[in-house]
């Protein structure tokens, strides 16, 4: 079955540049999808197949994906950007699934 | 703007059926060639996706939750959950998604998702 990894936390301190990973193998051949959740809210997504951005998340967050690890990229860090960020693909097999969760603080 | 709302006891007790609700407010569920999904969240734990249906398609399941499982779109509309012979480890958020869909599927409108506990 089909796993992803990623690191439980993660820091930043304001104005630097997260970067969040997303382990798979040969996840570079998967469409990877990012979310963020704050306390008590639903998850929102922010980025999509590996690099887009739906409406109204700003460019300071990006999305890579290649070989077997895909990245989040958040520029410009910001308080707001502290939350739990999760990665996601679609397999055939197992259906959806996600990472385990990044938490990000912001120092 | 396309919402959606889940709804259904917050109360299950254990071995009986989880049954939620979702409803898609200011659009159609049958519109727009979308899936919908339906993910949980454990209580201080991570995303786990349950299962999701295109309406007119047959359900998708987990694997780990498919003996007990049925996602169905009612007459009006209504995205449906029943999850049966509930035990505490099913005591979660639960919410429903807009999926995209295979082969891409991701979900890009979440619901304000429900905690659903069981507990007698």
């Known amino acids: 079955s089909y796993v992803l990894a990623q690191p439980p936390s993660a820091s930043v301190a304001p104005g630097q540049t997260a970067r969040i990973t997303c382990g798979g193998d040969?996840?570079?051949?998967?469409?990877v999808h990012w979310y963020r959740q704050k306390p008590g809210q639903a998850p929102v997504l922010v980025v999509y197949?590996?690099?887009g951005r739906p409406s109204g998340i700003p460019e300071r967050l990006s999305g890579s994906n290649s070989g077997n690890t895909a990245t989040l990229t958040i520029s410009r860090v910001e308080a707001g950007d502290e939350a739990d960020y999760y990665c996601q693909v679609w397999d055939r097999d197992r259906g959806g699934v996600f990472g385990g969760g990044t938490k990000l603080t912001v120092l | 703007q396309v919402q959606l709302q889940e709804s259904g006891p917050g109360l299950v007790k254990p071995s009986q059926t989880l049954s939620l609700t979702c409803t898609v407010s200011g659009g159609s569920i049958n519109s727009g060639g979308y899936y919908w999904s339906w993910i949980r969240q454990a209580p201080g734990r991570g995303l786990e996706w349950i299962g999701n249906i295109f309406d007119g398609g047959s359900p998708h399941y987990n694997a780990s939750l498919k003996t007990r499982l049925s996602i169905s779109i009612d007459t009006s509309q209504k995205l449906s959950l029943r999850l049966s012979s509930v035990t505490a480890a099913d005591t979660a958020v639960y919410y429903c998604?807009?999926?995209?869909?295979?082969?891409?599927?991701?979900?890009?409108?979440w619901g304000q998702g429900i905690l659903v506990t069981v507990s007698s």
């Open positions: 998604a807009r999926d995209e869909g295979p082969p891409t599927s991701y979900f890009d409108l």
């Open positions: 197949a590996d690099s």
């Open positions: 040969n996840i570079g051949s998967r469409s």
